[in-house]
């Protein structure tokens, strides 16, 4: 089973991240709508429905939720770089990213963006249909809440296409959908009283739609190449992005409203700009890989397997090939944490190294580039000795300390 980034630190922190992931989800504004219809199809109204049954209904409610993600996941476990290559098109991450402009349009009060009275009704309704309407509303509910699941959401979809493992992929999705879960079992077990609308939902839907506003940033990220490079590994970079985001929250880009006066509401668009371009300016430190001063090391990429490859011959050194995608989250993980390392990178000064870039699927040349060195997932690495033979090939994710004890031993 190929290791990967979210794996990188074994199993029991990959399952436990994405529960976590789910958990936070679950307290996010487009979840919040649900509470009322779930506490209603719970019994939390009524005084005459025993907990455990509450219980048994969340339980089946939450199935429904799994049920879904679990075949998310399993969908894209088995379209694998098909998917992948989804979130490298221009034609899926636009709309993406607009929709969730849109979204923090809405948080931000621009409109309500509520359920019709009448959908709400019926999915009331469901509650007097049993354990198959809750099993139902399970399957609805994850659809409602995933303008704000996609950050997160699609981000395990990603990783799953790159190891095709259906278990994994399914497992995970549903880990997922437990920890979004939580919450109704909590509303199920005690049925929580609802807290009253007021100033505080305000600033959560503020911070929503801030966060909404640098997803779409972040999804662009795979289609618009001045955003996929802006950033720097220095610490100035990043201490004055951080900030440029504290301007913002002083200014009220948090706290403030666009329905206040006219001043108020100056303040508060130049707050949120200055949160999203400090916090996205800070994402891009993060996803810039940062090699140790001390070691001197600068890795230089020659980009096309045949250049590179008759450049190693030519100059008698051995050759990396890195095969990668710019949707491909383990490929993203080794520039940060693995090429970065200063004793990865100082052994590989030794090295031609050779990028193959697996982001498209209609280029001929990169088709016959992974049939000749048998890259079959991403991320692969291909080691070559100074004869251009292949000496060792790494089709996963791999640690600093791994990947120099590799690199040792090809003279």
């Not at 996941?73 to 290559?85: K, P, Q, Y």
């Not at 659809?143 to 190891?163: D, E, K, M």
């Not at 206040?260 to 949120?272: C, D, E, I, N, W």
């Not at 140790?292 to 100059?315: C, M, N, P, S």
């Amino acid at each position: 089973m190929n290791s990967t980034a979210l794996l990188s630190h074994g199993y029991f922190w990959a399952f436990a991240t994405v529960f976590l992931g789910g958990f936070l989800t679950s307290l996010t504004p487009c979840v919040y709508p649900l509470i009322p219809i779930t506490v209603s199809l719970f019994g939390g109204r009524g005084k005459d429905v025993k907990r455990s049954r509450a219980m048994a209904l969340a339980a089946l409610y939450v199935a429904g939720i799994g049920t879904m993600y679990t075949c998310l996941g399993v969908s894209s476990a088995l379209a694998g770089r098909a998917f992948g290559t989804f979130m490298a098109s221009p034609l899926i991450m636009v709309p993406i990213a607009g929709l969730f402009l849109v979204m923090a349009a809405s948080m931000f009060g621009a409109f309500e963006l509520n359920l019709p009275s009448s959908v709400q009704t019926k999915l009331s309704a469901m509650g007097g249909k049993g354990f198959g309407g809750a099993f139902t509303m399970g399957l609805v509910g994850g659809i409602i809440a995933a303008p704000c699941t996609g950050p997160v959401l699609a981000s395990v979809l990603a990783f799953v296409a790159t190891t095709r493992s259906v278990a994994l992929g399914g497992t995970l999705l549903f880990t997922y959908a437990a920890g979004m879960g939580v919450l109704f079992f909590a509303i199920a077990a005690f049925a929580i009283a609802l807290p009253k609308s007021g100033a505080w939902m305000d600033t959560v839907k503020s911070v929503f739609g801030i966060v909404m506003v640098i997803a779409a940033l972040y999804f662009l990220r795979n289609v618009v190449r001045p955003l996929r490079e802006y950033g720097s590994a220095s610490q100035l970079w990043l201490i004055t992005n951080l900030a440029i985001a504290a301007v913002g929250i002083a200014l009220g880009g948090v706290h403030l409203s666009f329905h206040a006066s006219a001043a108020q509401r100056v303040r508060k668009a130049l707050g949120v700009m200055a949160i999203v371009a400090g916090t996205f300016g800070s994402i891009g430190w993060i996803m810039t890989p940062k090699i140790a001063e001390a070691a001197g090391t600068k890795l230089e990429w020659v980009h096309g397997d045949k250049v590179g490859v008759a450049q190693a011959l030519a100059e008698h050194k051995p050759a990396l090939l890195d095969f990668y995608a710019d949707w491909c989250l383990p490929c993203k993980e080794l520039e940060l944490k693995t090429f970065s390392n200063s004793g990865v990178a100082s052994e590989l000064q030794r090295f031609k190294l050779v990028k193959v870039d697996c982001t498209t699927d209609d280029d001929d040349a990169v088709i016959a580039s992974k049939k000749r060195f048998g890259a079959e997932t991403l991320p692969t690495l291909v080691l070559l000795g100074p004869d251009g033979k292949i000496r060792q090939k790494i089709d996963h994710f791999v640690e600093p300390e791994e990947l120099l004890g590799a690199l040792k031993q090809i003279h």
